[in-house]
Nanobody, 124 residues
């Protein structure tokens, strides 16, 4: 399975971006999907995750209320709508495949098939 993320770019603080990530290849099983980000000099950080059904979502405290994760299973695509962007949101955003759902807060080790990422830069 390959993941292709897109939608990143340069935006002013307070602006919005919508990221997309499409899974292609042998997607024969159901899967949850998630977004992580990594800023220069910092560790990878969980951003959001969504279960296969879309009924269960998780968000990092830093993005709760500003970001919304959603998915279109017919197109094997997950979206991340990012509003009220802040300079601290600047990072490379990666998507990844995870389990169908989670019984506890998602962890990075729950995910596999990472995509290459898309750069988000927020100017202050």
């Amino acid at each position: 399975v390959q993941l292709q993320a897109s939608g990143g770019g340069l935006v002013q603080a307070g602006g919005s971006l919508r990221l997309s990530c499409t899974a292609t290849g042998r997607t024969t099983r159901s899967f949850g999907m998630g977004w992580f980000r990594q800023a220069p000099g910092k560790e990878r950080e969980f951003v959001a995750a969504i279960s296969w059904s879309g009924a269960i979502t998780y968000y990092a405290d830093s993005v709760k209320g500003r970001f919304t994760i959603s998915r279109n299973n017919a197109e094997n695509t997950v979206f991340l709508q990012m509003n009220s962007l802040e300079a601290e949101d600047t990072a490379v955003y990666h998507c990844a495949l995870g389990p169908v759902t989670w019984s506890s807060f998602p962890k990075a080790e729950d995910f596999g098939s990472w995509g290459q990422g898309t750069q988000v830069t927020v100017s202050s």
